[in-house]
């Protein structure tokens, strides 16, 4: 029996190519599109879920307040781990890591710049799956100056050479680094993403003790029986144990009255898994992702193959009066109302298994174009899972079932009867259902097209919008320190002679690379109360390098002496703290104690300017005077002319090989690097952007379906009108007439869903756009546009037929 049925379903599909063809490309668009979202949302998924201890891994970070400022940072005391593992019975191991990019590397005679370079205790490997391809994960981190690489930088530096026992130079020391394991390559879906691992022990701040200086991640490994909600309550007092006597020495008050005073210091624990969902806790290890997106997408996914399986329903129960009189007779000789569904079903069923087989091609077309665009590392294995392959097939069946129940049992339902003497008006009857269904998929595609619209036009907002300073033609030196700093103002000299550098700066902070937060007090204020500031040492070119603009008050100068512990503050300190009188306002910042005070008056209040992405208000902000010995100076800001940048900058580099002994020159672009800070948006605009053209796609073929369906039913009519004289313009527009009515409906359905997504995902940005109407009437006008030159194919040739070949149709 079955096999009659593939037979005969076969047989129906090849009658009925038009319309199968048109189904097929609709399921198989549709399942496309749902393939790629899934391999998405299983990518962003799954960070840090193949740790196999994952569930028993917490990171700890600070939840505190100074003031008007709330800290939420993943930074933490160097103590914090081993004193956790002494105090804290249920924490089996502890790891801290900090990380660092630019290392310079040597081996030999060769040098290079690395990223992704850690420093990490001995459990890294013993409470992180990160798998050794050579070396004991218990030791290899054990002995000082001793580095794990990954496979990567294996082949990289040695080759086909076995690296285990091989050294190589960091940072220029006298002592090299010996590799004592080779570990596989770091999955994309990891937080935790490094190429190089180096003990702990052996770096510089390894022996630090002071809690209230915060720059390290700490993780910690817990027994199998510890409640997490319970780990925050053995956090608390052990934080103020240590915490209360640092605020006690560095600012003379008790724990107790720095609290009253509006402060708090916490400690928090997270779980390993939810690290990459939060966007809550600053200054991660990588970018963190929003979990809405996850559902946006999976909705999008969704609402395409909806769309797709309502092209098929359309298009079935429009095409039902051609199907009355076979089921009439099937009926009449025999066949059962359950053979008919089955036989209907296994149409849908292998018209569905056809479009899946070409939705994988598409796929594997699209992917790598997919992937380039929206830079996520996916990939398609479908046996590398046992489930792979049936939940595809599942998917299939389930599409099928979607698209192909409701027409199998409305087909079915025909009484032969009323087929046979024809009295059944087939393919009428469902009109108010087609016509709801397509009110539907247009609704969903104008909600695509318009949130598509509004995210655009917010990424050229923040792409574009004046951050207060000139970011144009700034080129910013990294690991600027390495020229020494006894000699910066002279390689600022020397540089200053080559034609097109207009101005340089050396800096420990630019615009979009925050890295110092100090707490301050204030005089006439209550002893106790802190302010949180970003601080960047600078020396005097910075604001003028920068373009910086002048609220009140005046520059730092080397005119005057005294501007060494002069201050320059923003406008959002005065406003975040209430400061009435700035100029006659003086900052105190503790010492090592109580009385080593240092008071800094502030001489100039500078207009606000962006020194983060504008997915953050403004912060307080401050610019110190850089002390000339000082050898910390990561940064120097170039101002170039436009003219030649490349010949500038080559001659710039001249320049730092005569001071640096030729050492690896690195530098970027600002505006390029403000503009990187914004790529989940980008990503988000390509995704939308891609399936707002593929819902439209889908929906178009379903609309072209029906108008094919609709000529034909209505071929004697208007043949008769066109006898009578109509044009074949008013032909166009009474075939057109009810398609623009669902048009207008479905678009006054999506406008209120679209604004209420839309503008939750805009409160996300301190700083966004005003949607207007403009988006909203450009998301009606495609759809009518696309929709219109959609079924002009149809209605324009029936227009221009000959009414004699009308009137003898049928």
């Given amino acids: 029996m079955f096999r009659s049925f593939l037979k005969v379903a076969i047989r129906n599909i090849i009658r009925q190519r038009a319309y199968a063809l048109i189904n097929v490309l609709g399921l198989a668009t549709g399942i496309a599109c749902s393939i790629l979202i899934t391999l998405f949302i299983i990518y962003e998924s799954s960070f840090d879920n193949f740790h196999e201890n994952a569930d028993r891994i917490v990171r700890v970070w600070i939840n505190g307040q100074l003031a008007e400022s709330k800290i939420s940072g993943a930074y933490t005391a160097v103590p914090t781990g081993p004193i956790f593992l002494d105090e804290i019975p249920e924490v089996v191991n502890y790891c801290r890591i900090e990380t660092n990019d630019n290392v310079l590397i040597r081996q030999g005679d060769r040098t290079f710049l690395e990223d992704d370079f850690y420093w990490a205790d001995s459990g890294f490997f013993e409470i992180f799956t990160f798998p050794l391809v050579s070396g004991d994960p218990s030791t290899v981190l054990t002995e000082p100056r001793s580095m794990v690489i990954s496979e990567k930088m294996a082949k990289k530096y040695f080759g086909d050479e076995n690296p285990m026992g091989r050294t190589l130079n960091v940072f220029t020391d006298s002592v090299d680094y010996r590799i004592t394991g080779v570990m596989k390559n770091i999955p994309d879906n990891s937080h935790i993403f490094c190429d190089f691992v180096v003990d702990f022990q052996s770096n510089r701040n390894a022996d630090r003790t002071q809690w209230t200086s915060n720059n390290i991640f700490t993780y910690l490994l817990l027994d199998e029986e510890m409640d997490l909600e319970k780990l925050d309550e053995k956090f608390d007092p052990i934080a103020r144990k240590y915490v209360g006597p640092e605020i006690k020495q560095f600012i003379g008050v008790s724990l107790e009255d720095w609290e009253a005073a509006g402060n708090y210091y916490r400690l928090k624990s997270q779980p390993l898994p939810d690290i990459h969902f939060n966007t809550d ?51 009449v000789v025999g066949s059962t109302k359950g053979q008919l569904v089955w036989q209907f079903l296994a149409e849908s069923f292998i018209m569905v298994v056809i479009a899946l087989v070409l939705a994988l091609l598409i796929v594997e077309l699209v992917l790598p174009v997919f992937q380039n665009q929206t830079r996520v590392a996916l990939s398609v294995n479908y046996f590398s899972d046992w489930y792979r392959i049936p939940a595809l097939l599942g998917f299939a069946l389930l599409v099928g079932l979607m698209a192909g129940s409701y027409p199998a049992f409305f087909l079915a339902s025909f009484r032969p009867v009323a087929v046979l003497t024809g009295k059944l008006e087939a393919g009428t009857r469902s009109s108010k259902l087609r016509s709801i269904l397509v009110i539907f998929q247009f609704g969903i595609s104008i909600f695509i097209i318009l949130s598509t619209l509004v995210i655009s036009r917010q990424l050229n907002y923040l792409v574009n919008k004046e951050l207060g300073f000139y970011k144009d033609q700034l080129v910013v030196l990294q690991r600027f320190s390495v020229v020494g700093h006894e000699r910066v103002e002279t390689f600022k000299q020397e ?234 313009l008013q032909v166009v527009r009474l075939i057109s007439r009810e398609t623009v009515i669902l048009i207008v409906i479905a678009t ?63």
């Fill in 495 to 728: 540089i200053s002679k080559i034609p097109g550098v207009i101005s340089s700066a050396s800096s420990t902070m630019v615009p979009g690379h925050t890295n110092n937060y100090n707490g301050f007090m204030m005089e006439e204020r209550p002893l106790g109360q802190t302010f949180l500031l970003e601080v960047n040492w600078a020396d005097y070119d910075f604001p003028e390098t920068y373009g910086l603009t002048i609220s009140e008050g005046r520059f730092l100068s080397r005119k005057y002496a005294s501007d060494s512990s002069n201050i320059i503050i923003n406008e959002a300190t005065v406003r975040n703290f209430g400061i009435k009188n700035p100029l006659k306002t003086r900052f105190i910042q503790p010492g090592e104690d109580a009385i080593e005070i240092n008071r800094m008056p502030v001489v100039r209040v500078m207009n606000d300017f962006h020194i983060a992405s504008l997915h953050t208000e403004i912060r307080p902000y401050m610019i110190r005077c850089r002390p000339a010995d000082w050898n910390w100076v990561p940064y120097l800001t170039m101002r170039l002319e436009a003219q030649n940048m490349q010949g500038t900058l080559k001659q710039v580099e001249n320049v730092w090989a005569e001071f640096t002994h030729d050492q690896p020159f690195q530098y970027f672009f600002l505006d390029d690097d403000f503009a990187s800070k914004y790529e989940q948006e980008k990503r988000t605009r390509v995704i939308f952007m891609v399936f707002s053209i593929l819902a439209i796609l889908v929906a178009s073929l379903g609309l072209l379906g029906l108008t094919a369906f609709t000529t034909e039913q209505r071929t004697k009519e208007i043949g008769i009108r066109k006898a009578m004289g109509a044009s074949a």
């Fill in 281 to 331: 806790i600053e200054h991660d290890m990588r970018p963190s992702s929003d979990k809405k997106y996850v559902y946006i997408f999976s909705l999008i996914a969704l609402f395409i193959i909806i769309i797709a399986c309502i092209n098929f329903l359309n298009l079935s129960t429009a095409r039902s009066a051609g199907r009355a009189r076979e089921v009439g007779l099937r009926k």
């Fill in 748 to 810: 006054l359905l999506a406008w209120p869903v679209s604004f209420y997504f839309t503008r939750n995902w805009l409160n996300d940005f301190a700083y966004r756009i005003d949607m207007g109407f403009a988006p909203f009437l450009l998301s009606f006008a495609f759809a009518l546009i696309i929709s219109l030159v959609t079924i002009s194919f149809q209605t324009v040739a029936v227009a221009l037929k000959n009414p004699a070949d009308a009137l003898r149709y049928e």
